[in-house]
């Protein structure tokens, strides 16, 4: 039995999420598809994490076991022939038994990116947020920055979580600003359900003069939904790397 680890790409755009839930149409779906075409095996994979409908992954990590004797240099070749365009196995290797895609991980890091541009710009209108209003991004730094650490994220994430702690722990933020562009970086030990997308959100009002970047600690400490900024449009969102030691 060998544990594969794939590292895989894709665009979320047109499927409802990575985990397979009853309307279909999911990154799994379509990945469990694929390889039990390749081994005549029920196999379900394992996700880093799950990311939400029309979110985009750079570097989503996934393992499965199987019994199936493909050499492991021929998986991803053998694998993307079966797949649509918008999902890419990036990689794959032979992960040591005891190797969970999301329980082994130990930092995640997704980017948001806002497209500043006056007009929006047709090349990246699927993977960004347009923002045509001019931002301050001084106080977007000042405000990511006060969430660094570990902190309860209640006021950042949806009342609809069904996570027992709240608990998370931020060990990086950034931005990076470009000509018509702004990245935001996130890294952390786990993320709860649509927590980036409302840092997101909470940093654009911040950046609109709606907020004070001096407001995030009250936010924090709020422990309530209600007290941050809106959740951001998913498809602004990438999954960007997840990191194991």
């Known amino acids: 039995m060998m544990n594969v680890r794939m590292v895989v790409s894709y665009d979320g755009n047109r499927y409802n999420g990575f985990q397979t839930q009853p309307g279909g149409n999911t990154i799994q779906d379509v990945l469990e598809t ?8 029920g196999i379900r994979i394992i996700g880093s994490g799950r990311t939400d409908a029309g979110v985009h992954a750079r570097g989503q990590v996934i393992n499965f076991h199987t019994e199936a004797k493909i050499p492991i240099e021929r998986w991803a070749l053998a694998l993307n022939s079966r797949l649509p365009d ?22 995640k890091t997704y980017r948001y ?7 929006p710009n047709v090349f990246i209108r699927r993977y960004s947020f347009h923002h045509h209003a001019p931002l301050d991004i001084r106080a977007m730094r000042l405000a990511l920055n006060a969430l660094i650490g570990e902190h309860d994220f209640t006021s950042f994430t949806s009342t609809q979580s069904t996570q027992l702690s709240h608990v998370r722990t931020l060990y990086d933020g ?4 470009s000509e018509g562009r702004l990245d935001i970086f996130v890294t ?7 927590m980036v ?5 909470t940093l654009i009002d911040v950046g609109e003069g709606k907020r004070r970047a ?22 602004g969102l990438a999954l960007w790397s997840v990191e194991y030691e």
């Not at 950034?174 to 600003?177: I, S």
């Not at 952390?188 to 649509?194: A, E, Q, R, V, W």
């Not at 001096?214 to 498809?235: F, N, S």
């Open 197 to 201: 997308r409302i840092i997101a959100g």
């Open 86 to 107: 918008d999902i890419v196995v990036l990689s794959a290797d032979e992960a040591p038994d005891e190797f969970h895609a999301r329980f082994s991980a130990k930092r």
């Open 188 to 194: 952390g030990s786990g993320f709860l359900y649509n």
């Open 214 to 235: 001096e407001d995030m600690p009250d936010i924090l400490a709020a422990k309530d939904r209600t007290a941050a900024g809106p959740t951001a449009m998913a498809h």
């Open 34 to 41: 694929g390889i039990c075409s390749l081994t005549r095996e």
């Open 174 to 177: 950034w931005l990076e600003e």
């Open 113 to 119: 990116t806002i497209d500043t541009g006056h007009f």
